[in-house]
């Protein structure tokens, strides 16, 4: 049972490269989140599933765009990666989202990328 | 909107000290409140949690209290140890919905 997977663990890309992140999960778990990670700023939800075949926009969607591949998989895309994209990126997964549970999330080891 | 603050860091203490990190937080309603850990080069783990008012969580000898008076829910350790050294987030949660986070605070334990 590995959890949450995320490819590649780092990666440099020059102005105005695409690049795709992926992110999966073997929990079977029904929601799915990207965030990312700044400097004194914490964590920054970008885009959420909160099931499979739906997506929303969170709180810093400009730049990204996602996919639902299945229920397993998640994939964040960066179309024309800028500078001010340089962060780590962590996916995370839980079993449900909305109604008045809580419910756990669960997070990857994260991907580290340098825009130049 | 919702909001969390939590204490600045880094903060660097000896081994066996006493850890307090301070959280407070913004939120109508009534959220749940979270202590998530990060060690160096890993992704963050939930360490404890609590749903309501009065509730104590507590995990790996870190304990925190859900304070509705004063909107807070500061993290302790008694005595903490080298291995304690991370990123400490504290979170707050409605409804189900996404967490929000605090900016994190570096707490780094020396022998």
């Known amino acids: 049972n590995a959890g949450v997977t995320q490819t590649p663990k780092f990666q440099v890309l020059k102005t105005g490269q695409s690049m795709t992140l992926q992110c999966a999960q073997d929990m079977n778990h029904n929601s799915m989140y990207w965030y990312r990670q700044d400097p004194g700023m914490g964590l920054r939800l970008i885009y959420y599933s909160a099931s499979e075949g739906t997506t929303d926009k969170g709180e810093v969607p400009n730049g990204y765009n996602v996919s639902r591949l299945n229920k397993r998989e998640f994939s964040l895309r960066l179309e024309s990666a800028a500078p001010s994209q340089t962060s780590v990126y962590f996916c995370?997964?839980?079993?449900?989202?909305?109604?008045?549970?809580?419910?756990?999330?669960?997070f990857g080891p994260g991907t580290r990328l340098t825009v130049t | 909107g919702d909001s969390v603050t939590q204490m600045e860091g880094p903060v660097t203490l000896s081994e066996e000290a006493f850890l307090t990190i301070n959280c407070t937080y913004t939120?109508?309603?009534?959220?749940?409140l979270f202590w998530y850990v990060q060690y160096p080069g890993e992704g963050l783990q939930l360490l404890l949690k609590?749903?309501?008012?009065?509730d104590k969580g507590s995990n790996k000898g870190f304990e925190a209290t859900y304070r509705k008076e004063t909107t807070s829910f500061h993290l302790e350790k008694g005595s903490v140890q080298v291995s304690d050294s991370a990123v400490y987030f504290c979170a707050l949660n409605q409804a189900g919905t996404a967490l929000i986070f605090g900016k994190g605070t570096t707490l780094s334990v020396s022998s």
């Open positions: 995370a997964s839980s079993e449900g989202w909305g109604g008045t549970n809580y419910y756990e999330q669960y």
């Open positions: 609590a749903t309501k008012a009065d």
């Open positions: 939120a109508t309603g009534y959220p749940s």
